[in-house]
């Protein structure tokens, strides 16, 4: 891993002229590289269409009055960095706008978008991802179960977080790993509220030589690891305009994924690649997540004919062998003088208005009757898909 440096003083509109398409197409993806610089800047130097995957965490823009203290009068360690300041909403606006138009740009047309924020930011940036032509797929509450308290006692204490799940277009065939998701909550499909990641706290907290906060926003590694398990494959492409310390680039090196940082800071950086570094990648066998029958290559039933595993002639059965057909050369069923596909057929014996053939129709082994889908497996299986 390497980090780059870009001239931090060119503006997104310099950025915009003096890199044009012809240039950004020709420069190689800078993969499992920090760049340093401003992220609009430097999203706008790279190639279009690029990228699988935009994991951000930008500036919440706060509004804090003043110092925060506890009720012991110690002060709380806020985020009051200059790179959370912005003079008007209107600035904020026009940040939140540029980034967002430089994300879509570099994102694949299946590409995706994962933003999160506060009550401070969060409703502006929605506003923005619909009006530059994203498609929201979700909103996720991140519920945190140790959330600072409201000190001065005026507000609830504010115990959430929300990210904005977003395709490219409304056409976009983005990757969601519905399956893998379900697994790991024990089978039941997952909900849009998550509980159980704590803020980033303990070993996992980094922290400088005298024991202070690396960045006072730095997200749970468990977060990442169900965004980037749930809606990228293991090669892909993830960016992070706002690198940080690191935690997507960690993550996404654990699970065998490439990512691009983008970070201003020079220090937050230094910090992100000693972290990233110590990082040792999954086993690929490992990094395999569990699948639908809707991910599996299709199969014709007429291929099974056409490869031998059935032939014109052979008898297929219902489960109760009250209903049989046979199956024909080109790979369509006959009962009496009705023929047609196996779901068509099996929908007829049964007067049904549809019907899964492959999970109907069996035929006979020396076990008794085994469904005509595990012919289907065998056949992926013989020619390596």
């Known amino acids: 891993m390497a980090i780059k440096t870009i001239d931090t003083g060119t503006t997104a509109a310099k950025a915009r002229k003096t890199a044009p398409a012809t240039e950004a197409a020709a420069r190689k993806l800078p993969l499992d590289e920090i760049?340093?610089?401003?992220?609009?800047?430097?999203?706008?130097?790279?190639?279009?269409?690029?990228?699988?995957?935009?994991?951000?965490d930008p500036p919440y823009n706060l509004q804090l009055g003043g110092e925060l203290h506890r009720p012991d009068n110690s002060q709380v360690d806020a985020v009051d960095n200059d790179w959370d300041q912005f003079d008007s909403f209107?600035?904020?606006?026009?940040?939140?706008?540029?980034?967002?138009?430089?994300?879509?740009?570099?994102?694949?047309?299946?590409?995706?978008?994962?933003?999160?924020?506060?009550?401070?930011?969060?409703?502006?940036?929605?506003?923005?991802?619909?009006?530059?032509?994203?498609?929201?797929?979700?909103?996720?509450?991140?519920?945190?179960?140790?959330?600072?308290?409201?000190?001065?006692?005026?507000?609830?204490?504010?115990?959430?977080?929300?990210l904005i799940w977003a395709s490219r277009s409304k056409n976009s065939k983005y990757t969601f790993n519905y399956d893998a998701l379900k697994t790991a909550n024990e089978d039941v499909q997952m909900r849009s509220d998550w509980w159980t990641f704590?803020?980033?706290?303990?070993?996992?907290?980094?922290?400088?030589?005298?024991?202070?906060?690396?960045?006072?926003?730095?997200?749970?590694?468990?977060?990442?690891?169900?965004?980037?398990?749930?809606?990228?494959?293991?090669?892909?492409?993830?960016?992070?305009?706002?690198?940080?310390?690191?935690?997507?680039?960690?993550?996404?090196?654990?699970?065998?994924?490439?990512?691009?940082?983008?970070?201003?800071?020079?220090?937050?950086?230094?910090?992100?690649q000693h972290r990233i570094n110590k990082v040792r990648k999954a086993n690929g066998e490992d990094l395999q997540v569990?699948?639908?029958?809707?991910?599996?290559?299709?199969?014709?039933?007429?291929?099974?004919?056409?490869?031998?595993?059935?032939?014109?002639?052979?008898?297929?059965?219902?489960?109760?062998?009250?209903?049989?057909?046979?199956?024909?050369?080109?790979?369509s069923l006959a009962n009496g003088d009705h023929q047609g596909s196996i779901h068509r057929m099996g929908a007829y014996v049964q007067n049904a208005p549809s019907c899964n053939g492959w999970t109907f129709w069996h035929f006979k082994t020396d076990d008794g009757l085994a469904p005509i889908d595990l012919l289907r497996r065998k056949f992926r299986a013989e020619i390596g898909v």
Not at 35 to 56: H, K, R
Not at 91 to 109: C, V
Not at 140 to 150: A, I, L
Request: proline content about 6%; aromatic content about 8%; glycine content about 10%.
């Open 290 to 331: 569990m699948t639908g029958k809707k991910a599996e290559p299709r199969v014709p039933f007429g291929a099974l004919v056409e490869h031998g595993l059935l032939r014109p002639g052979d008898r297929l059965y219902c489960p109760k062998k009250r209903h049989v057909a046979r199956v024909r050369a080109d790979g």
């Open 198 to 272: 704590p803020i980033c706290s303990g070993s996992e907290r980094l922290k400088d030589a005298e024991g202070r906060k690396a960045h006072p926003t730095q997200k749970p590694e468990a977060l990442l690891h169900r965004i980037i398990v749930a809606t990228t494959k293991p090669g892909d492409v993830v960016l992070d305009p706002f690198f940080g310390t690191g935690t997507t680039g960690a993550v996404a090196k654990l699970l065998g994924r490439h990512f691009i940082g983008l970070e201003r800071d020079q220090e937050y950086a230094a910090f992100a």
């Open 35 to 56: 760049i340093i610089g401003d992220c609009i800047a430097s999203m706008n130097a790279l190639p279009a269409g690029s990228v699988d995957l935009v994991f951000a």
């Open 90 to 162: 209107a600035a904020y606006d026009e940040f939140t706008r540029e980034w967002l138009a430089a994300a879509r740009r570099i994102l694949k047309p299946n590409g995706a978008i994962w933003v999160i924020g506060s009550y401070h930011n969060i409703f502006r940036v929605g506003s923005a991802v619909q009006d530059l032509g994203y498609w929201i797929l979700n909103d996720v509450v991140w519920n945190k179960s140790n959330p600072m308290p409201n000190f001065k006692g005026t507000r609830l204490t504010n115990a959430h977080e929300t």
